[in-house]
C-alpha cells in the first residue's frame, strides 16, 4: 500500500479552498517539467538556510545497539507483509556507526542546515524514566560534528518512533502519552539545548492520525478513524505541552511543529467540487494549523465529528491554549496537492512519481507558502521537507528538476514577502520509506546497501553549486 494514496482514500471527502481559486501557472507545473521551465539566476535571501532532512529510524541502524530500546516501527516493520520488500530499520544506512562519513558529506554539499530527529527510545528505552547516556551522546556527538563543520541542527523531537514500552501503555491513544511526550522533550532540550537553536516538536501529525491509525498501514496498524482523531488530539497536546516544557528549561531558542500540508483545489468549477474543497481543507490543512498557530479548531472539522465521536471527550478545557502556546516558527512539508470532485472523491490531475500518491505540482507550494502567510500571519517558515523518489540510482535528472521547479515556486512566494528561512530536501540519504521498505530512494547521495558505501548522485552535485550561489 502507498502511504499517502491510502491517506487520499481514508480521507476521501474532506480538504481546502484557500488556494482553491488560484491561477495555476504553467511555467511552473510540473505536468510539462524541463530544463528551461525555470527562469535562470533567481538569488535566494542572504543566509538562506540551504538544508537536507532525514529522520532516525530511516537511517540510523543500529536498532539494539547501546541499549536503545524497541519503538512501535521496530515492532511493526518486523511483523510479516508490513513493508513491501520486507525490509526494516534494523541497519537502514546504518548512519548511527558512520555518522562522520555522513558529516562529512554534509560539510563536502556545503550544508547550512542538517535536520534529523531523536530517536526517542534510544535516549529513553522505554519511553521514560532512566536516561540512556550512551544514546543521548551519540546526538551530542552528531550536534558537536555538524557544528565543527559549521552546519545548524535542526532537530525533530518525534519522527513517528513511539516507544513500544509507552504503545503498550496505549501509546498515542493515551492522553499521559502527551505528558511523557513532553517530559521526554525537556530532558533533551536541556541536554542539547546550549547547542541547539532551534526544536521541532512533532513530524507529520497528519500522517500519523490517517496512515498508522486511520489506514494501518504505518505503525502502530490501528484501523479506527474515531480512534485515530482521539490520537491526533493528543498528539496536538503533546505539541503543545513540549512547547512549554522547552520553554521552562531556560534554553534560548526556537521551537514549532513540522507540519505536511496540501492545498486542496476543486476538481472543477461546479460548486459542489468547491464546497467539498472547503471540506478537504479542513481535514488536510486547517485542523492541524488552527490548533497549533490559533489555539483552536476550525468549527467546520468540528462539526464533521458526531456527537458520540470519542474525540469531542478526549478535548479537554483548557486543551486548545496549551496546543496554541506561541510556536515560534513553522516547518512546512510540501510533496503534493488534492483535488476534489462534487462527490468529494479525490483525483489526480498531474503526474506523479514512482511513489504513486505523490501528484507533481510545485505551484501548490507557492500556494500553499502565500496561503499560510495570509490565513495565519508573519510566523518564519522553513521549508523542513520537499523531495522525490527517482528510480535511476545516481543519474536522477527528475530530481534536479523537481527542486529546481520547486525552489522557483518558494522564490517566488519569498518575492511576495512570504518569511521563508530554509529548504530542507527530503532526504539527504536513500533510507527505509516505512511501508514502502527500500524500494524507493529518496536520497541526494545514493547508499549501496550491501557495503553501505555512498555514492553523491547528480542531484547532489546540482544542490552543491544551489548552495554555492545562494540561488538556482
Ligand atoms: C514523511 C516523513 C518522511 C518520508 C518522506 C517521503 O513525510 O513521511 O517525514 O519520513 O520518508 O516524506 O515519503
Known sequence: ???????????????????????????????????????????????????????????????????????????????????????????????????????????????????????????????RGTVNAKGLDFYHRLVDGLLARGITPLVTLFHWDTPQALQEAGGWTNRDCASWFADYASMVCYSLGDKVQTWLTLNEPKTVTEVGYTAGVHAPGVRDRRVANVAAHHLLLGHGLAVQAFRATGRKGRIGAALNLSPVYPADDSDAARKQAVIGDAEENRRWLDPVLLGRYPDDWLATQPADAPVRAAIHAGDLAVIGTKSDILGVQYYNPAYVTATGA????????????????????????????????DIPLTI?????????????????????????????????????????????????????????????????????????????????????RNGI
Open 346 to 377: 479525490r483525483v489526480q490531475k498531474h503526474p506523479t512519481s514512482q511513489a504513486s500518491w505523490q501528484q507533481l505540482y510545485p505551484q501548490g507550494l507557492y500556494d500553499l507558502l502565500t496561503r499560510i502567510r495570509r490565513d495565519y500571519g
Open 1 to 127: 500500500m502507498r502511504r499517502r494514496h491510502v491517506l487520499t482514500l481514508a480521507a476521501a471527502g474532506a480538504v481546502t479552498a484557500g488556494c482553491s481559486t488560484r491561477r495555476r501557472t504553467p511555467s511552473t507545473d510540473a505536468s510539462a517539467p524541463s530544463a528551461s521551465a525555470a527562469p535562470a539566476g533567481l538569488a535566494f535571501p542572504k543566509g538562506f538556510a540551504w538544508g537536507a532532512s532525514t529522520s532516525a529510524y530511516q537511517v540510523e541502524g543500529g536498532a539494539t545497539a547501546d541499549g536503545r530500546g524497541p519503538s512501535v516501527w521496530d515492532v511493526f516493520s518486523h511483523e510479516a507483509g508490513r513493508t513491501r520488500d520486507g525490509g526494516t530499520g534494523d541497519v537502514a544506512a546504518d548512519h548511527y556507526h558512520r555518522s562522520y562519513e555522513d558529516l562529512d558529506l554534509m560539510r563536502d554539499l556545503g550544508l547550512k542546515s542538517y535536520r534529523f530527529s531523536i530517536s526517542w527510545p534510544r535516549v529513553l528505552p522505554t519511553g
Open 384 to 468: 523542513t521537507e520537499n523531495g522525490i523518489p527517482s528510480v535511476h540510482p545516481t543519474d536522477d535528472e527528475d530530481r534536479i528538476t523537481f527542486l529546481r521547479d520547486h525552489l522557483t515556486a518558494a522564490h517566488r512566494a519569498i518575492r511576495e514577502g512570504v518569511r521563508l528561512e530554509g529548504y530542507h530536501v527530503w532526504s539527504l540519504l536513500d533510507n527505509f520509506e516505512w511501508a514502502e521498505g527500500y524500494t524507493q530512494r529518496w536520497g541526494l547521495i545514493h547508499v549501496d546497501y550491501s557495503t553501505q558505501q555512498r555514492h553523491r548522485k547528480a542531484s547532489a552535485d546540482w544542490y552543491q553549486q544551489v548552495i554555492a
